[in-house]
């Protein structure tokens, strides 16, 4: 099966606004995951989310960022104030219901500035 | 999840075949081994995963040792679209759908 979809390619935002990003899945997945990396770094976990509810967080986390399902469709990852520490690529998976794998996105490019 | 260990980079010519090793000496009975790999900034990608039988599919196999403590990432016939950054992970399915850890991986360079 195909991996989903992400919008914007790219995202440029100056410090302390709010971003928000969308993952689109092809057919209709129940899980969903937000990973970030920063330029260099290690591909780190943020949250999963099942059935319209985050099922695991991790520190990085924290009350800045929150994720939705508002339409039943898209999954978004909201950045309520960014940081510079905040620029990264942002990979949003979902996972298949029979064999558990994760299927990653081409990513969102985000830039603070 | 078991911690594994991976050589940083390695390099292959390209036809040959590229043998990416992986130390999971913790590994415990109810964990696979899964490898991904990313090509250069794009999303990471599922390669393959096993139990405790050599695996094979279309893109790579999976040979894992007996006593599970190490496996083998084996690309029959690299190409230059192989070179990529190789990620060896243990992961447990109790539950089903956790998180991905990802290491820093193995570096593979295809050389022409």
């Known amino acids: 099966e195909p991996e989903v979809t992400q919008t914007p390619s790219h995202q440029v935002t100056q410090m302390g606004q709010e971003v928000i990003l969308r993952c689109v899945p092809i057919s209709n997945h129940l899980y969903f995951y937000w990973y970030r990396q920063i330029l260099g770094q290690k591909v780190e976990f943020l949250v999963s989310?099942?059935?319209?509810?985050?099922?695991?967080k991790s520190e990085i986390f924290d009350d800045q960022f929150s994720v939705e399902r508002p339409d039943g469709s898209n999954f978004t990852l909201k950045i309520r104030s960014t940081k510079l520490e905040d620029s990264a690529m942002y990979f949003c998976?979902?996972?298949?219901?029979?064999?558990?794998?994760?299927?990653f996105g081409p990513g969102t490019r985000l830039t603070v500035t | 999840d078991a911690k594994t260990t991976q050589p940083p980079s390695m390099d292959c010519a390209e036809g040959r075949a590229a043998n990416l090793p992986c130390n999971h000496s913790t590994i415990s009975g109810n964990e696979y081994v899964y490898w991904y790999r990313q090509i250069h900034s794009q999303g990471p990608q599922y390669i393959i995963h096993?139990?405790?039988n050599n695996e094979t599919n279309e893109m790579a196999s999976l040979i894992i040792t007996e006593d599970r403590k190490s496996s083998t990432l084996i690309l029959p016939h690299a190409t230059l679209r192989d070179t990529a950054v190789y990620y060896c992970i243990v992961r447990s399915l109790s539950g089903g759908y956790q998180k991905v850890t990802f290491g820093t991986g193995t570096k593979l360079q295809v050389i022409p």
């Open positions: 989310f099942y059935n319209n509810e985050i099922s695991e």
């Open positions: 998976a979902r996972g298949d219901s029979s064999t558990y794998e994760q299927y």
């Open positions: 096993g139990l405790k």
